[in-house]
């Protein structure tokens, strides 16, 4: 099956800083996810970006389809933006989603 | 803005009991899914189902899972003996459309001793 990279695992910043996370998959994909988990588990819709470019206040993400990567960036980090931030994808003919083991990120005040 | 909903939020079962989880998804959604995901780990997926029947189905969905569309609203998903390792959180989602946007309810943890 399709695998999910992600990149770093782990990643401690001041708060007003700037991050990048990294998704890689090995196989084309017809739906790209980027969600937040909180502290309480849920899982937070941030992009449905299988390709092009998004961005929603401090968050964008910008999907290169053809060479297989994800990129999602926070500005400005709060420390309300700590948890950890799945990227999860679905190859053509599948339903579902084949998460990575996501970034873990605290955002110290 | 609607939202996919789910209950219990939490459970506690003894191992060996049947267990039966409770989803509300979006009204106008026609793909349902289950996942799940145990502490600390990635979330897997579990289950789709569409038209009334699986449409696809993970190794971990076994014949110890079912799920139903009982009526109109509901989406369950049943584990008919519950073992120490189903202990996890038990995420539902719902989509429009296949290659549309999955939201995700939050979750029901499921703790078996």
């Known amino acids: 099956g399709i695998q999910v990279e992600q990149s770093p695992p782990d990643l401690i910043l001041q708060e007003g800083a700037n991050s990048t996370l990294r998704c890689n998959f090995s196989d084309s994909v017809n739906n790209l996810q980027w969600f937040h988990q909180n502290p309480w588990g849920q899982l937070i819709n941030l992009f449905y970006?299988?390709?092009g470019t998004k961005q929603n206040g401090r968050l964008s993400a910008t999907t290169v389809a053809t060479e297989r990567y994800s990129l999602l960036y926070i500005s400005s980090s709060q420390t309300t933006d700590s948890g950890v931030y799945f990227c999860a994808v679905c190859a053509p003919g599948a339903d579902g989603l084949t998460f990575g083991k996501g970034t873990h990120l605290i955002i110290q005040p | 803005e609607p939202e996919v909903t789910q209950t219990p939020s939490h459970q506690v079962t003894q191992m060996g009991q049947e267990v039966i989880l409770r989803c509300v998804p979006i009204?106008?959604?026609?793909?349902f899914y289950w996942y799940r995901q145990i502490l600390g780990q990635k979330v897997e997926f579990l289950v789709s189902f569409y038209n009334n029947e699986i449409s696809e189905k993970s190794e971990i969905f076994d014949d110890q899972f079912s799920v139903e569309r009982p009526d109109g609203s509901n989406f369950t998903l049943k584990i008919r003996s519950t073992k120490l390792e189903d202990s996890a959180m038990y995420f539902c989602?719902?989509?429009?459309?296949?290659?549309?946007?999955?939201?995700f309810g939050p979750g029901t943890r499921l703790l078996v001793l």
């Open positions: 970006i299988p390709s």
């Open positions: 009204s106008n959604h026609l793909y």
């Open positions: 989602a719902s989509s429009r459309d296949i290659e549309e946007t999955q939201y």
